[in-house]
């Protein structure tokens, strides 16, 4: 099976036909999840329209239709689940990810020839809709690590540009990889093509998105330019195991353990790094609606740190929890100290952080888009779903629900693929307000399961999920 790209099938070397979409992208579901499914999800996912006993009519037509092309073989099949066979399935996207998996990243590179099932789509199928662009989205973000990392460590200059070249055509608005290409081509001796790319940096994100590079774009430019040293890029320590750990829980909702992870990993840190893991424990406790615990931390998260940036941020966060608590006044203040201290520091995280927390206290869409914009432009994804959500909300409220929507699902698709369930449960559950509000009660109601779904996964305690319920805006 070839899905990157337009999808093909081949059995023993012979093409295969398979009779209709819903066939072709049954076998690519099965084969890209790795297993077994059941009946009634798949049915319900390739015949959203149709009843229960219609749609699953339509899969049993189907997998009849697929024993004959496949010969009889490769589908295993029960009155429960379908799955395929994996010791007869070469599937080109499970072959990358194997290649990744064992550190062989330029031939996983050279196995990624396109994007997932380019050019196909089911539009009548909301949700495998969804599914295909969340996976293509995931896959082209483990292209683009891989390409950064080939950029960085291959040795001979040629490859090594080849490689930045290709990670900056997946998004020609990526700062990362244009300085990739400043930094290759000075390396390589080529001040003239060096600057030909800060230059075309410079005109692409005036063009797109009518901003300057960020001054480290500019500082490694110029450096490269004047045959300078490369300008050194400060960053924090590395975070240890049980701060990894607490990341991980926070994306799944497990917040009990993550507490407990990020409580391990402040026990002999340096005051910066405890800081910044203090900010962490604040984000979780107030996903939950525990406003005095989350001050505490965020209190804890400032104290001693002279990081201007890093002071905007946390005092951002800080506004919306006071925001939540009822005080407006006091969110007010915060944020607009937020925004002074991102605009010291000219921090572009801190500004899209704190556009985007001005946006939602005074409903303003210029805060909104201008957090969209910075967040796109610097490759912050958590960013750039906040921004879009609320910038979602901001428009709903003024009656434009199609762009609305049209937000809120780009936002479902980057949150998905960044893997934090609580904030898609949220997304889903204002699709489905927006979906309802337009009519269309049917795709609304699906929408609102999968947000019931997940919420009733997320956080470990039953007394806290009202709160954590609440979710909307972030």
């Known amino acids: 099976m070839r899905l990157l790209g337009p999808p093909s ?19 690519a579901y099965l084969a890209v999840t790795g297993q077994a499914q059941g009946r009634d999800r798949l049915a319900a996912l390739l015949w959203p329209e149709a009843d229960q006993e219609r749609a699953r009519g339509a899969l049993r037509r189907t997998l009849s239709a697929l024993r004959v092309v496949l010969g009889g073989e490769h589908l295993a099949t029960d009155g429960l689940k379908v799955a395929l066979d994996p010791t007869s399935l070469d599937c080109d996207v499970l072959r ?6 064992g550190g062989r990243l330029a031939d996983a590179a050279k196995a990624y020839t396109g994007d997932l099932l380019a050019g196909f789509a089911l539009k009548e199928c909301i ?7 969340r996976e293509a989205e995931a896959l082209r973000r483990e292209l683009a690590g891989t390409l950064e990392r080939l950029a960085q460590e291959e040795r001979d200059h040629a490859r090594a540009i080849a490689h930045a070249e290709r990670w900056l055509a997946l998004d020609p608005m990526h700062e990362p990889a244009h300085r990739a290409l400043i930094r290759l081509h000075g390396r390589a001796g080529d001040r003239a093509a060096a600057m030909r790319q800060y230059r075309e940096c410079v005109r692409v994100l005036d063009r797109e998105l009518g901003v300057a590079p960020l001054p480290e774009t500019t500082a490694l430019a110029r450096a490269v330019e004047a045959g300078e040293p490369e300008p050194q890029v400060r960053g924090s320590a590395a975070p240890d195991v049980n701060e990894r750990v607490g990341d991980l829980y926070t994306l799944h909702g497990d917040y009990a353990k993550a507490i ?3 409580g391990a990993a402040l026990v002999g840190r340096s005051p910066a790094d405890r800081a910044a893991i203090e900010h962490k424990l604040a984000d979780v406790y107030h996903r939950q609606g525990e406003w005095v615990e989350a001050e505490k931390h965020y209190r804890a998260a400032l104290r001693g740190v002279e990081d201007t940036a890093r002071r905007a941020r946390v005092t951002a966060d800080w506004a919306l929890a006071a925001h939540r608590r009822g005080d407006r006044i006091r969110a007010v203040r915060l944020a607009e100290e937020a925004l002074t201290l991102a605009r010291r520091a000219k921090d572009d995280r801190a500004l899209a952080q704190t556009h985007n927390i001005l946006g939602i206290l005074g409903g303003d869409r210029g805060h909104l888009e201008e957090s969209v914009k910075i967040a796109e432009r610097i490759g912050d994804a958590p960013a750039k779903v906040a921004a879009l959500n609320n ?11 199609e762009r609305a929507i049209t937000l809120t699902r780009d936002a479902l698709t980057a949150s998905a693929a960044i893997g934090d369930r609580h904030r898609e449960a949220a997304l889903h559950n204002n699709l489905a307000d927006l979906l309802h509000r337009t009519g269309r009660k049917s795709e609304a109601m699906r929408a609102l399961k999968r947000a019931v779904t997940i919420f009733a996964e997320v956080g470990e305690d039953a007394g806290r999920e ?3 319920w609440k979710l909307v805006a972030w």
């Open 9 to 27: 099938v081949e059995r023993d070397g012979t093409p295969v036909a398979p009779d209709t979409r819903k066939a072709i992208a049954l076998l």
């Open 466 to 468: 009202p709160e954590v």
């Open 260 to 262: 407990a992870s990020y």
């Open 96 to 101: 990358f990810r194997e290649l990744l998996a």
């Open 391 to 401: 910038l979602a909300l901001a428009l709903a409220r003024e009656g434009q629900l």
């Open 127 to 133: 949700e495998y809709e969804e599914w295909q662009a």
